[in-house]
């Protein structure tokens, strides 16, 4: 059973032939080309699922560890003393667009399936709007399915953030599939491109759970400047520590000023443990306490936070090459998990960083940030189905609960339903 049955029930074909008096739309499709197969790539890890976020403690002030040392390259094969500062040492300017503008949580929380649902629903109304006033428009101008209904329906998907390899690709399979199942009205051509969209979709056979290991899971995030790395990385770090788990942070972004300072307030918020570097300070020595202190004093989970300067790649990749090395020489299989933020309102740009990013290291999962505040959320087809890179994590707003699994039946909802 395809993805679109699971979610939509009725079989496609069931639909039409209840809609046989329906006749709208003229054939014309004797000479269309054949079909091309989509790609499937089925890449399963052994995954284990990371459970839903239970109630929030408040009002903690985790120890901080600032690497005051700087780190030179051929530490990797040395060893280097951190030097612990007391926490009123640390700066004590929060930046204020944090502290502001994100909701503290005052009860603790525990969301139902359908209040995550709810969420989901309502995070991807702008995608959902904007996707379906662009294709009933769409459709409204046709009376015939010719070669001018393809043309301008691969057009639409194009404009619809769907992305140029899916949208060509989904064209052809479908000059063969309204065809095949006869669809007659508008409606019953919606649902056969919907349906079509909906199971190529489902078909990626990407695992999308996070990777959780035993005894330490390292954590590793990338991302370009504001595209909501922090912000991820405090939700998590709440949810990990709502779980039981033991967590700590590690400030590996040294370059930015503020970015410390951003991490450190999420700690507090979250009342997880974190591991800093002084400004401008090499973020490998930032790395390397973080692994040190997480294995002598048996965390569970470390999160990574880096500075995603693409523009300068070279730099990037031998930043990121540096701190794996060092991971790796405690931990081989580490780290567990290398995720690219993403924010879903940058739409394709978002692709293209997706793109540069796996060119400078081999990354795991995506975290597709802002999806509430997006008309763009589309993408998320275009990024399983061409970069075979699965979505693990979606941002559904700025409070520390507003991180949800990525849940493609919940996606695939919230985003067609209204539609059909
Ligand atoms: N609406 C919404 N806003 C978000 C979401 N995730 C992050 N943001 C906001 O995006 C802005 C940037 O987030 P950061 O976490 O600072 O981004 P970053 O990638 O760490 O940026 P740098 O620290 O500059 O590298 C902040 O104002 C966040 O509140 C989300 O899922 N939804």
């Known amino acids: 059973m395809g993805l679109f049955?699971?979610?939509?029930?009725?079989?496609?074909?069931?639909?039409?032939?209840?809609?046989?008096?329906?006749?709208?739309f003229k054939f014309d499709l004797a000479d269309l080309d054949a079909v091309a197969e989509a790609d499937s790539d089925i890449q399963a890890d052994e995954l284990v699922s990371v459970a839903t976020e239970t109630p929030v403690e408040e009002d903690q002030q985790p120890p901080i560890t600032v690497v005051s040392e700087p780190f030179v390259d051929a530490a990797i094969d040395m060893p280097i003393e951190p030097v612990e500062i007391p926490i009123e040492a640390l700066p004590e300017s929060i930046p204020e667009s944090i502290s502001e503008s994100t909701p503290e949580v005052t009860t603790p929380v525990v969301e139902t399936p359908q209040e995550i649902e709810d969420k989901y629903e309502k995070s991807l109304k702008k995608t959902s709007k904007s996707f379906g006033a662009r294709f009933n428009a769409f459709l409204s101008n046709f009376r015939s399915v010719d070669e001018?209904?393809?043309?301008?329906?691969?057009?639409?998907?194009?404009?619809?953030?769907?992305?140029?390899?899916?949208?060509t690709q989904l064209t052809d399979d479908l000059r063969h599939e309204v065809k095949l199942q006869n669809a007659k009205s508008q409606d019953d051509v919606k649902r056969v491109?919907?349906?079509?969209?909906?199971?190529?979709?489902?078909?990626?056979?990407?695992?999308?759970?996070?990777?959780?290991?035993?005894?330490?899971?390292?954590?590793?995030?990338?991302?370009?400047?504001?595209?909501?790395?922090?912000?991820?990385?405090?939700?998590?770090?709440?949810?990990?520590?709502?779980?039981?788990?033991?967590?700590?942070?590690?400030?590996?972004?040294?370059?930015?000023?503020?970015?410390?300072?951003?991490?450190?307030?999420?700690?507090?918020?979250?009342?997880?443990?974190?591991?800093?570097?002084?400004?401008?300070?090499?973020?490998?020595?930032?790395?390397?306490?973080?692994?040190?202190?997480?294995?002598?004093?048996?965390?569970?989970?470390?999160?990574?936070?880096?500075?995603?300067?693409?523009?300068?790649?070279?730099?990037?990749?031998?930043?990121?090459?540096?701190?794996?090395?060092?991971?790796?020489?405690e931990l081989p299989d580490a780290p567990h998990e290398t995720l690219l933020a993403l924010d879903a309102t940058t739409g394709q740009n978002a692709i293209s960083q997706a793109k540069e990013f796996s060119k400078v290291t081999p990354l795991t999962g995506i975290v597709l940030t802002k999806l509430d505040g997006s008309a763009k959320g589309g993408i998320i087809l275009t990024i399983q189905q061409i970069l075979k890179i699965p979505v693990k994590l979606v941002?559904?707003?700025?409070?520390?609960?507003?991180?949800?699994?990525?849940d493609e039946a919940l996606f695939v909802k919230g985003l067609f339903q209204d539609l059909l």
């Open 148 to 167: 001018a209904f393809f043309e301008e329906l691969e057009d639409t998907l194009i404009m619809s953030d769907v992305g140029v390899d899916v949208a």
């Open 193 to 329: 491109i919907i349906e079509k969209m909906v199971d190529n979709f489902g078909e990626s056979g990407l695992e999308t759970s996070l990777i959780i290991r035993e005894p330490l899971t390292v954590m590793l995030f990338v991302g370009v400047n504001g595209v909501g790395k922090t912000t991820t990385i405090g939700k998590l770090a709440n949810r990990f520590k709502n779980e039981g788990k033991k967590v700590l942070l590690a400030a590996a972004d040294t370059f930015r000023a503020g970015a410390t300072d951003q991490l450190v307030e999420w700690s507090r918020r979250s009342g997880v443990d974190i591991v800093i570097g002084k400004e401008k300070s090499d973020p490998a020595s930032v790395v390397f306490d973080a692994v040190k202190r997480a294995q002598a004093e048996q965390f569970d989970v470390l999160l990574i936070d880096t500075a995603g300067r693409l523009q300068n790649k070279d730099n990037l990749m031998k930043e990121l090459e540096k701190m794996g090395k060092i991971i790796k020489r």
């Open 5 to 24: 049955d699971k979610i939509f029930g009725k079989k496609i074909e069931e639909q039409i032939e209840d809609n046989q008096t329906a006749d709208i």
């Open 395 to 406: 941002g559904l707003g700025e409070g520390l609960t507003d991180l949800e699994n990525f």
